[in-house]
């Protein structure tokens, strides 16, 4: 099913991209959906059953169970409701029967059953209307919605086709100090009707609230619902069976209009339970979801790998109970795919492992084709793939499975070379949390690295230190190899088809011996080209970035040897701000090193960087950065004819190149928790701390806060001081500061 679309509204912000309501979205083709490829659950086996299924029995969306093994979805609806649920029980006496007919009359009233104009159909008026996708609302459910935060670069790198009517002018103008937003003369500007129909429908689809589905008629084809994947994984390396979305639902995905071979899914963190949500709740917190949203754009603006952000809407009226009682929040993401490494290994899962959790279905290999030719092929896109059907291809079409395990190795290698290089700690790199696509995804207890400690735990809940920032390519390793163990015997079975594919039902009637000699024969072909794939393309990545943080152009094999790896000691030793030395050293120029005055007041301000200035051994950090410093003039001045082509300045040019790679804002924890702390206190000014916090994450390179002013700072305006501040290293309490998993 896909959507022709009418009477869209002009472009905005330059965008060339008519933009339409949410619920006008293009859907992609069948061959391009996950849900039209990919084997839903059983029990709701296509959106029409799913429809029916939520008018009877609606528990089986919200109850924790194990799908049939061959099943890679279930179709869910978004319902944010407190947990456990406030049913109210005609008489207490009832028995189990009576009583789980309360519950399923209860959760019926709360779903979105009832059909309601959608903007789209409201602009189509005295039109011929297209068939799209139906808005559905829950007869009992209306809770308040508040739009806190918007992504403009999310929204217009991944879907510039959308309206989101005049969102922005209600989230007011960013500002950190306060300053008003009001229009001049107090004239406030009116939306038109189109507007605030498309604004109020996005809020209203991306809180949970209403439901864009389309169930009628006879061919599933044709039909769309939201759904929520399965998957399982290694928690702090302990198998921990099936795990799944137990708080995310993917609503739609939608051809990039510039791409349309390109399709992102939008998809909602804490829009309620789902089956595999386990005894958790569904939901997330005001408190997570801030995070998440700025540190998916920050990471972007890093250029490194991420989902990305789309929206924020906070949910006051819904109680939500962590380490404190909180509110929820409803967090819209954007990505290509969510699928992740746990989605193999659910579908074919270590052997007579013991392990804590709700269960793990058996091995279904057939099912592992399916997803295995879904991802090659719609996903990752190899190239050089023949595929099985495809015009002029005879029989099974060429074998995939080594190359997506490789292919998955480079995505996720360049990705943590990103982290290292710019300092940022994930927390929680569980197989169900490395992306397939090696996307940076699940910003849990993340943290970017203050004083450098390579040693550094972010999450106060990883009490061994497994996910230490010196530990996390090792951990992508990890979590690589159980893909290959998950793959092993089809990479094996393809081997012994000479190289091509798997056909389906391929492991139907193999016996146990025959699987575990293809399983052998897997990871002997498949372990090793990984583990040397990886390695190479982290190791080609990492010295990319960090020739861009040192402004060199030329690339020495010896350069991590002779300057990067000794900086970095230089950071731990004396205990420097990792960011702001490098974007100190920015300014470095060889003459600095060739003036001992000016060389001393240079290592002066290094120094100021240190969070002990009391346990300074100065006198042995300033003759170690002074050698460290010589030497990078002496490298420096070696390539400068590499610079003096450009015709210009090099000293500036250099500059100007390291200050593009080197962040002037970095989201650091204080920040975080600032931010936090007023969006909760007031939302109406907080949104406008979190949208001016996302908009110099968004743009970390510039020089925020009058950078190189040197005068008082008193003599600044009130904003410029705040930005200052806020690229500040903050309170020393907050320096390493460890978050909690409690989302």
């Known amino acids: 099913m896909s959507h022709t679309t009418t009477t869209p509204t002009p472009a905005a912000n330059g965008s060339a991209h008519a933009r339409v309501p949410i619920s006008a979205l293009p859907l992609p083709p069948p061959s391009h959906s996950l849900t039209h490829t990919l084997t839903p659950d059983p029990h709701t086996p296509t959106p029409a059953a799913w429809r029916a299924i939520r008018g009877t029995r609606p528990s089986l969306q919200r109850r924790a169970r194990l799908l049939a093994p061959d099943a890679h979805f279930s179709y869910v609806a978004p319902c944010p409701l407190p947990f456990p649920f406030r049913v109210e029980y005609p008489d207490e006496d009832a028995d189990g029967e009576a009583q789980v007919a309360a519950v399923e009359r209860w959760l019926v009233d709360r779903e979105a059953l009832k059909e309601v104009p959608s903007a789209a159909e409201a602009r189509e008026r005295g039109q011929q209307q297209q068939r799209r996708l139906k808005k559905y609302v829950s007869e009992k459910r209306d809770e308040e919605r508040v739009l806190i935060?918007?992504?403009?670069?999310?929204?217009?790198?991944?879907?510039?086709?959308?309206?989101?009517?005049?969102?922005?002018?209600?989230?007011?103008q960013p500002s950190l100090s306060g300053a008003s937003s009001e229009a001049p003369n107090g004239n406030a500007k009116v939306a038109d009707e189109d507007a605030v129909a498309a604004r109020q429908e996005f809020i209203d689809v991306l809180s949970g609230h209403a439901l864009l589905a389309s169930c009628e008629g006879e061919d599933p084809q044709a039909q769309w619902a939201p759904w929520s994947l399965r998957y399982s994984g290694h928690q702090f390396g302990n198998w921990a069976g099936q795990l799944g979305d137990g708080r995310a639902i993917s609503l739609l995905s939608t051809p990039h209009p510039d791409d349309p071979d390109t399709t992102y899914e939008l998809q909602l963190k804490g829009p309620g339970r789902t089956p595999f949500s386990r005894m958790a709740d569904g939901l997330a917190v005001l408190r997570s979801s801030i995070r998440e949203y700025l540190c998916s754009e920050a990471m972007h603006a890093l250029s490194i790998p991420t989902t990305r952000s789309l929206s924020l809407i906070w949910l006051p009226k819904l109680p939500v109970e962590r380490e404190r009682m909180e509110t929820a929040c409803v967090l819209t993401r954007v990505a290509p795919s969510f699928i992740r490494i746990g989605s193999?290994?659910?579908?074919?899962?270590?052997?007579?492992?013991?392990?804590?959790?709700?269960?793990?279905q058996p091995a279904h290999l057939d099912a592992l084709r399916v997803l295995g030719e879904w991802v090659a092929r719609r996903v990752l896109k190899l190239e050089g793939i023949r595929w099985?059907?495809?015009?002029?291809?005879?029989?099974?079409?060429?074998?995939?499975?080594?190359?997506?395990?490789?292919?998955?190795?480079?995505?996720?290698?360049?990705?943590?070379?990103?982290?290292?290089?710019?300092?940022?700690?994930?927390?929680?790199?569980?197989?169900?949390?490395?992306?397939?696509?090696?996307?940076?995804?699940?910003?849990?207890?993340?943290?970017?690295?203050?004083?450098?400690?390579?040693?550094?735990?972010?999450?106060?809940?990883?009490?061994?230190?497994?996910?230490?920032?010196?530990?996390?390519?090792?951990?992508?390793?990890?979590?690589?190899?159980?893909?290959?163990?998950?793959?092993?015997?089809?990479?094996?079975?393809?081997?012994?088809?000479?190289?091509?594919?798997?056909?389906?039902?391929?492991?139907?009637?193999?016996?146990?011996?025959?699987?575990?000699?293809?399983?052998?024969?897997?990871?002997?072909?498949?372990?090793?080209?990984?583990?040397?794939?990886?390695?190479?393309?982290?190791?080609?990545?990492?010295?990319?970035?960090?020739?861009?943080?040192l402004a060199l152009r030329r690339l020495d094999a010896d350069d991590e040897l002779l300057f990067s790896r000794p900086l970095l000691d230089l950071m731990e030793d004396h205990r420097l701000d990792f960011h702001g030395t490098f974007r100190r050293l920015a300014r470095f120029r060889p003459a600095i090193a060739r003036d001992a005055g000016a060389l001393g007041a240079f290592v002066e301000g290094l120094l100021?960087?240190?969070?002990?200035?009391?346990?300074?051994?100065?006198?042995?950090?300033?003759?170690?950065?002074?050698?460290?410093?010589?030497?990078?003039?002496?490298?420096?001045?070696?390539e400068r004819e590499l610079w003096e082509q450009d015709g210009e300045d090099v000293d500036a040019l250099r500059e100007k190149a390291a200050k593009a790679a080197n962040p002037r804002f970095v989201l650091r924890q204080w920040v975080l928790e600032e931010v936090i702390k007023k969006v909760e206190a007031d939302p109406e000014s907080g949104k406008r701390v979190l949208a001016k916090v996302l908009h110099m994450a968004c743009n970390p390179f510039e020089p925020w806060g009058a950078e190189d002013f040197e005068g008082d700072d008193s003599s600044l305006d009130a904003e410029t001081r705040e930005e200052r501040r806020y690229c500040s290293i903050g309170e020393r309490k907050l320096l390493g500061f460890q978050c909690s998993c409690s989302s």
């Open 344 to 360: 193999f290994e659910a579908l074919n899962p270590p052997a007579n492992m013991f392990f804590f959790g709700g269960g793990q």
């Open 388 to 549: 099985r059907g495809d015009l002029g291809v005879d029989g099974p079409g060429d074998a995939w499975g080594k190359e997506l395990v490789l292919e998955v190795a480079r995505r996720n290698a360049r990705m943590v070379a990103g982290w290292q290089a710019y300092g940022f700690m994930h927390g929680v790199i569980n197989t169900d949390n490395v992306s397939i696509l090696g996307l940076t995804i699940d910003y849990g207890p993340y943290a970017f690295m203050d004083v450098f400690d390579p040693f550094h735990i972010c999450n106060h809940s990883d009490n061994e230190g497994r996910y230490a920032y010196k530990y996390q390519p090792s951990m992508i390793i990890y979590a690589l190899r159980s893909l290959v163990n998950a793959l092993a015997p089809l990479i094996g079975a393809e081997d012994e088809l000479g190289g091509k594919a798997v056909s389906p039902g391929w492991a139907s009637s193999a016996s146990p011996e025959q699987l575990k000699a293809w399983t052998a024969r897997g990871v002997e072909l498949a372990k090793d080209d990984m583990e040397r794939t990886a390695e190479e393309a982290s190791a080609v990545e990492y010295g990319r970035c960090m020739h861009a943080r």
């Open 608 to 638: 100021g960087l240190t969070a002990d200035p009391e346990r300074l051994d100065r006198e042995r950090a300033t003759a170690d950065w002074k050698i460290w410093l010589e030497k990078y003039a002496g490298r420096i001045e070696s």
């Open 149 to 172: 935060g918007l992504a403009e670069i999310g929204l217009k790198d991944c879907v510039p086709h959308l309206d989101v009517g005049d969102a922005f002018d209600l989230l007011g």
